[in-house]
């Protein structure tokens, strides 16, 4: 699966805040595989704008990452996916949810 930095960032806020000791893994496994790297930081120019409190990027510097997600985390993420199914989320947000839950 490719993700982009914004994939990557929205990921951690669509997981669940609580599990069990097995998704606790899964949720670990996967935010290893996503980490934002402080050279990937530094290419893409990522950080907190401290007027409006978002973080900004290069966006033309952005790279795809390449994550080969295991079965089970692939089902912990669509599971994560349907949770969330009834909130309001911003249209971006709704973009990696559907490139989650649509992956194999």
Excluded: H
Aim: charged share 40%; hydrophobic share 30%; with cysteine.
């Amino acid at each position: 699966m490719e993700l982009l930095i914004k994939d990557r960032l929205y990921i951690p806020a669509l997981l669940p805040k609580e599990g069990n000791f097995k998704q606790f893994n899964l949720k670990k496994e996967i935010l290893r595989k996503i980490e934002i790297t402080e050279e990937e930081r530094n290419t893409v120019g990522l950080k907190e704008n401290q007027e409006t409190k978002r973080i900004e990027w290069d966006t033309e510097k952005d790279v795809p990452l390449s994550v080969d997600f295991t079965n089970e985390e692939i089902n912990y993420l669509k599971e994560a996916c349907e949770r969330i199914s009834d909130e309001s989320l911003p249209d971006d947000m709704w973009g990696c949810v559907e490139k989650l839950y649509n992956e194999k």
